[in-house]
Structures are given as C-alpha cells and as structure tokens.
C-alpha cells in the first residue's frame, strides 16, 4: 500500500464484453438490481498482511468453500451508491466519501477491517471509468454500485475471521419502485423488529436485511410497497422503512425526522435532505415520533405530507399507512409540494443542473 494509502488495481479488461447492440437493449429499461456491466473490482484482506491483491476484471461467479466463514456467522457489509451522468455529459458520484466512512463505521460493528477511504473511492471510481458503456439510456437512470464485504476464511470457530474479500459490482437502473408508482403505500411491522438498542441497526450489513424481510413478506402480501419499522423496545417510535428512511412535514413549518439513536441506518439522503430543508426555511427537528401520533396527526390534518428517501428510491411519498388496526392516509395521498420541492432540489444536484454549493458532486471523467 503507498503513503497516502491507495493501491496499485491491477485492470484485466473483460476479453468477452456484453456485444453493444445486446447492451444498448438492455439499458432501455434496466428496472432495479437486474442488470450487471461487464467487469467487477476485488480486494483481498489476510491478517498480518493487510489488503492486497487488488483487481479489476471480467465480472464472474466466485468460487466459495462451504465453510467459507459469512456462509454460516454473516459477517458482511455492503454500501449502495450510485454514479450518474450530467446534463453536460460529465459522469459524476454523490458524496461518495460518505460512502466510504460508513462502509468503515459498518466495519467496525461488524469487527472487520476497515478498507481505507482512498482505496474505497479508487475501486468505486475505476469501475466506473471501465464500464462507463453502461449507463441507462432512459431519463432518470443511473449507474448503481454495490461495494461490498465479507468473511472469506475457510473456518468454523466464532471468532471475528482473518481473511476478507472486498468487492465492487455495479448495475444501471432506473426507478427502484415501479414505474408510475407517484406515492408508495407502508405496511407497519407490529411482529417483527429490525433492530434493537445495542445492536447492528446503523450499520449497513446484509443481516440487518435478512431480518427484514420477513416483515416485507407479510408488506407484499398486504399489497405494500416496503414497510415500516417501529422501535423494538416499546413497538411506539416509528424507526424507518426496510430499505429507506422517513421525514414527516408538519403544518407549522417542522419537518420531522426519527433521530440516530444506534438502531437505525444513518442515510446520506437523509442528511443531505436536512442541510436542503433548512435551506428552504424549514425547522429540521431530528425527534422520536410515534405510531399513534402519526396516525393522529394524519387525520387532523397537523401532518401534511410524509416521504422516505435512500439511494436507490431518491425522495418517494408515501400516500398511505397500513397496518392490522387499518389504514390511514396521509394528506392527499399522494406526493405533497414540499416533498416534490426537496426531490427536486436534490436530484437536480445530483443531475448537474442546480449549483452544487455544498461541494457534493464529485466530477469524474
Ligand atoms: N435505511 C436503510 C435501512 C437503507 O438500506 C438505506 C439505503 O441505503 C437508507 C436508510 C438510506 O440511506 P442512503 O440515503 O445513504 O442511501
Ligand atoms: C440503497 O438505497 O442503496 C440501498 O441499499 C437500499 C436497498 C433497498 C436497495
């Protein structure tokens, strides 16, 4: 590894590239998390020996030993990101050093090797030059990238392992909830917790998900979208979505958000999202707000409009609450002007066409 930290990536073009025409059909609608480019980054990690052997080459299935560690303990982490294409045709990240802070906050929860902040961008960015053939032709699309890591030692015992491998794939996308979809509907999880004090719900590691997902079996089956989690002490604080978090805007000018207590995941949306609302005069008041309050301000009319933002799903309204005791709606039902303001704010960052005061895009090629 040199001084400043970053590290010689050895490139090995993919010999054997998805034929243009076969790509240029399949960015016309790549939807999200079906599609992959050509080639994937790969890092090693060994005790002693620190990261090595890094690598760009044709993206391809990984041998795996059964007894490899994350098979049965689930030590892994993944960030999601994505690389977009200006108005002046410059491909540009969003905050992508956040990215790679979290990737390491995740890795200290997970007691896992950091991967330091210049080898992180360097991966996510030569990946990007590489396959830039494969940005989504459709308005809206974006290249999303997926780095991540796990527990690579072959061994049984419970005990943090000494081998990693990090890697990076990307996928272009377009909208991550169906197309058309202008307000999602959230299903309230009143039997299943994400995450509980003390635990691993601000990192961002693919258990916190596996245990989300039975939750999001019974939102399918209630015609859901995504669902809502509620703290898992009381069952009261609304926390966040499965894959999301959430703000609420009042009729007096506050715009809530549930705040970092440990238990859910600090999103670069949702941070982002703060500094533009109170830019916008708004009162941004990071507080606890509960199930039966949200119900109640919903029907009085105190709650104007509710929205759930991320990487993949940008700022998405939410139009109604369902849960075993009913639903409720909330305002119209569907996305309310100050929602549409902040995604607009926001996306037009993130597309290039508004001035980027607070010097988050970062400009590649
Ligand atoms: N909460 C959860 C559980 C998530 O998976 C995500 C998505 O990454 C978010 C919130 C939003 O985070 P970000 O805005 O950094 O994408
Ligand atoms: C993201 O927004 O990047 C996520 O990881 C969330 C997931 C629902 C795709």
């Not at 109170?278 to 919903?298: K, M």
Request: glycine content about 10%.
């Amino acid at each position: 590894m040199a001084d400043d930290d970053s590290l010689e990536i050895l490139v090995e073009p993919n010999s054997a590239p998805v034929p243009d025409a076969d790509r240029r059909k399949m960015l016309e609608n790549p939807g999200f998390g079906n599609l992959f480019t050509d080639h994937m980054v790969l890092i090693r990690y060994t005790e002693g020996k620190g990261w090595h052997d890094a690598k760009i080459e044709a993206r391809r299935s990984i041998p795996m030993d059964p007894a490899s560690s994350v098979l049965h303990y689930a030590q892994e982490i993944f960030e999601g990101m994505k690389a977009y294409r200006l108005a002046d045709g410059t491909t540009a990240l969003f905050r992508p050093e956040q990215n790679a802070r979290r990737f390491q906050a995740s890795a200290r929860r997970m007691a896992m090797p950091e991967l330091p902040e210049a080898v992180f961008l360097q991966s996510v960015e030569k990946l990007v030059d590489i396959d830039r053939e494969w940005f989504p032709s459709a308005e809206g699309g974006s290249l999303y990238l997926r780095p991540f890591m796990f527990a690579s030692e072959v061994f049984l015992g419970v005990r943090p392992a000494k081998e990693y491998l990090y890697m990076v794939i990307a996928s272009p996308a377009g909208a991550y909830f169906k197309a058309g979809a202008s307000a999602i509907t959230i299903w309230v999880s009143q039997d299943y917790s994400r995450a509980a004090p003390g635990g691993t719900g601000a990192a961002k590691c693919g258990g916190n998900y596996a245990a989300s997902l039975v939750a999001q079996a019974e939102a399918i089956t209630q015609d859901c979208d995504q669902v809502v989690f509620l703290d898992a002490a009381e069952q009261r604080w609304v926390e966040e979505l499965g894959g999301m978090n959430l703000f609420f805007v009042m009729d007096d000018g506050r715009l809530i958000t549930p705040p970092l207590t440990g238990t859910i995941l600090p999103g670069i949306t949702r941070e982002s999202i703060m500094i533009l609302a109170r830019e916008e005069g708004l009162n941004v008041s990071e507080e606890p707000y509960s199930i039966d309050q949200w119900r109640e301000d919903a029907a009085s009319g105190k709650l104007l409009e509710t929205f759930a933002c991320g990487t993949a799903a940008v700022v998405t309204a939410v139009g109604t609450v369902r849960s075993g005791s009913g639903d409720f709606t909330i305002g119209v039902g569907g996305p309310g002007q100050l929602t549409e303001k902040l995604r607009m704010r926001l996306v037009d960052i993130q597309r290039g066409l508004a001035e980027d005061q607070h010097g988050w895009v970062k400009r590649l090629f």
